[in-house]
């Protein structure tokens, strides 16, 4: 990966993320464990491009993405890149206090190269696309060629690409993303999502790429009065 093309860090005022904000925490540890477990369940056969999902919206999917690849580069030493594949309502670069100056949209629509559209992340191994400037008329992104040539070069850049991808219900067809990643995991919050609901989602999704689920803000029995991630 020529790294020179990817501008600094610059750390502005974004979301807490734990992992960086609290790093010897409970919660940091738990995503620590996360990412052992994905990557042990990614190695054979070697899967790269890791989609997270969710049934609805804000059940945490754009956190957890952000923390796991945050503990990825920084305690286990992976390449790590975050894509927000969220079109319909991107947040990662809100997440990481980034200007929105050009990002996917701007690469599948050929006004900037791939690697002048990546942002470096706060940690080192660290990379970050986010959506960029969105006149509000694109189309989903997930159904273009485009986004195909995107996918196949930074797979060849990256140990492990990130994908923040869009809930899968009321009306989002996952199958346009499972078709070009290697695994998916859904993050579920716990109390918040009926039953019926989510496998509602699962059956929506497809099980061939499911690798797993994430547990967010299951409230635990810890000795300290915080809520932590589970999986």
């Not at 609805?56 to 999917?61: H, T, Y």
């Not at 957890?64 to 305690?75: E, F, K, M, P, Y």
């Not at 660290?126 to 006149?135: E, H």
């Not at 199958?175 to 918040?192: K, N, Q």
Request: net charge positive; glycine share 8%.
């Amino acid at each position: 990966m020529a790294k020179r093309v990817i501008p600094d860090f610059q750390e502005g005022k974004g979301e807490e993320l734990v992992t960086l904000t609290r790093r010897a925490s409970l919660a940091s540890d738990r995503y620590r464990m996360l990412f052992a477990k994905v990557d042990q369940l990614c190695r054979t056969p070697e899967k790269k491009l890791i989609a997270l999902t969710s049934s609805i919206k804000g059940e945490g999917k754009t956190t957890t993405t952000a923390n796991l690849a945050i503990v990825a580069a920084r305690d286990f030493g992976k390449r790590c890149l975050i894509i927000d594949g969220d079109f319909k309502n991107p947040t990662l670069a809100k997440k990481f206090a980034m200007p929105e100056e050009s990002g996917l949209i701007d690469v599948i629509e050929g006004r900037v190269q791939l690697g002048n559209a990546l942002k470096r992340g706060p940690v080192e191994n660290l990379a970050i696309l986010p959506m960029g400037r969105r006149s509000g008329k694109e189309n989903n992104i997930w159904t273009t060629e485009e986004i195909k040539h995107v996918l196949t070069e930074v797979r060849a850049w990256f140990d492990y690409i990130w994908i923040d991808a869009p809930p899968i219900l009321p009306l989002f067809d996952m199958s346009f993303i499972s078709d070009s990643v290697d695994g998916t995991l859904i993050v579920v919050r716990a109390g918040e999502v009926p039953e019926q609901v989510l496998a509602q989602a699962i059956k929506s999704l497809g099980s061939s790429k499911i690798i797993g689920s994430v547990l967010n803000r299951a409230k635990m029995d810890w000795p300290s009065r915080y809520y932590e991630y589970g999986y």
